[in-house]
């Protein structure tokens, strides 16, 4: 089992570019999230998702979008990338029912 | 608004004492609360979790307390060992209208175990 994979590690993006992080999960969870950690700060959710075909807002949605098409995958998606979106985004997944989530290891984003 | 509060950033703790990292949390609705811990460039690893309903929870070396009148829980990690340095990020978790969990994550601490 490899857990929850994410993919790129690092990007550095220019205002206005976009882009897609990867996120695929091996355990056949339901639910799945999107977090954002910023510098000295806690783990803010974006987005998240109880299903394919079923996604929801979270705290801080706004620049971002999603898409649940399958059980395993859930991509982040920047369409106009601004410096305020430099950040870790942190991937993560649970069964239905139960309150532990698993994350995958991070992707490093930077915009200037 | 923060819900979730970890007031100190870090810790230093001998090898083999206790460490004890805490947590506070505002609204009473909250009715899980979990440990997660972060080694650094990989993502929180679940640690150990109580439900509202508890006052303690016991994993081997870590125990988590729950003191609902003082909206305060802490993590107990005894006897501490080098490989526990790591940021811990306490979360507090509610069941959303939706029927689905909300969680809210306080900002972590920064433990240390010296040698």
């Known amino acids: 089992n490899a857990g929850v994979t994410q993919t790129p590690k690092f990007r550095i993006l220019k205002i206005g570019q976009s882009m897609t992080l990867q996120c695929t999960q091996d355990?056949?969870?339901?639910?799945m999230y999107w977090y954002r950690q910023d510098p000295g700060m806690g783990l803010k959710l974006i987005y998240y998702?109880?299903?394919?075909?079923?996604?929801d807002k979270g705290e801080v949605p706004n620049g971002y979008n999603v898409s649940r098409s399958t059980t395993e995958d859930f991509p982040l998606r920047l369409e106009l990338a601004a410096p305020s979106q430099t950040s870790v985004y942190f991937c993560?997944?649970?069964?239905?029912?139960?309150?532990?989530?698993?994350f995958g290891p991070g992707t490093r984003l930077t915009v200037t | 608004d923060q819900q979730v509060k970890q007031n100190s950033p870090s810790l230093s703790v001998q090898e083999g004492r206790i460490s004890i990292l805490n947590c506070d949390y505002t609204?009473?609705?909250?009715?899980?609360f979990l440990w997660y811990k972060k080694y650094p460039a990989e993502g929180p690893t679940f640690l150990i979790s109580?439900?509202?309903?508890?006052d303690k929870n016991e994993d081997g070396r870590f125990t988590v307390f729950l003191n609902k009148s003082a909206k305060h829980l802490s993590l107990h990690i005894v006897p501490s060992q080098p490989g526990d340095s790591a940021v811990y990020f306490c979360?507090?978790?509610?069941?959303?209208?939706?029927?689905?969990?909300?969680?809210?994550f306080g900002t972590g601490t920064r433990l240390k175990v010296l040698a």
């Open positions: 993560a997944s649970s069964y239905s029912g139960l309150r532990e989530q698993y």
């Open positions: 355990m056949n969870h339901n639910y």
């Open positions: 998702s109880v299903g394919a075909g079923i996604t």
């Open positions: 609204n009473s609705m909250f009715d899980y």
């Open positions: 109580i439900s509202s309903i508890k």
């Open positions: 979360a507090a978790s509610l069941t959303a209208t939706s029927g689905t969990y909300k969680y809210i």
